[in-house]
């Protein structure tokens, strides 16, 4: 019995309390894991920052409750995209949220049927200037093993997501190791 609330216990401290997937430390420790087997099989890894549009908006007019279900929402969204075993979809912090693909090369696709997914919730959201449901931004960059460290795959798929959000919302930027060869 003791070794079962143990392992009760270890799973819970690795999932986000609110939204059921996996929480910032897990996801950093998946990220590290991901980027050393990147490098030592020089093979893809994608990563994919998401952030709610205009979600300090919809938790001030619908209320926290409404936003914590929204969150719940996105997340489960998210996590259905994560289809393989060694895929993570986490809360990154708030109303943001990370993807993790290790071995994929091109997930431009399966991030727009993502975007489309959290559109098809159709959780209204009355002062979001995009869209009049709960929306998503997303930025998203593909690499291969040799420049794969994980400060630098956040901080470039942030800023992808950035621009998502200053080209207007409700969009994917996306990066592949392709382009950035070329």
């Known amino acids: 019995m003791r070794r079962e609330t143990e392992d009760a216990m270890e799973k819970l401290a690795k999932l986000d309390g ?16 991901a980027c050393r087997e990147a490098v030592r099989n020089n093979s893809g890894l994608t990563l994919a920052m998401l952030d709610v549009d205009f979600f300090k908006q919809f938790n001030d007019h619908y209320g926290h409750s409404a936003g914590d279900e929204a969150l719940r929402a996105v997340a489960c969204a998210i996590a259905e995209s994560a289809r393989r075993p060694y895929d993570v979809a986490a809360r990154y912090g708030g109303e943001e949220f990370a993807l993790l693909l290790p071995g994929c090369l091109d997930a431009a696709n399966l991030l727009e049927r993502l975007r489309l997914s959290v559109l098809d919730l159709a959780i209204p959201h009355a002062h979001s200037t995009v869209q009049s449901v709960i929306s998503v931004s997303i930025g998203a960059l593909c690499l291969t093993g040799e420049e794969c460290q994980p400060d630098s795959l ?4 942030d800023e992808l997501l950035y621009a998502a959000k200053h080209a207007g919302r409700n969009r994917v930027m996306w990066l592949s190791a392709t382009e950035r060869a070329n």
């Open 18 to 33: 609110l939204t059921g997937i996996a929480n910032r430390r897990t996801f950093d420790e998946a990220l590290n894991m």
């Open 154 to 157: 956040l901080r470039k798929a």
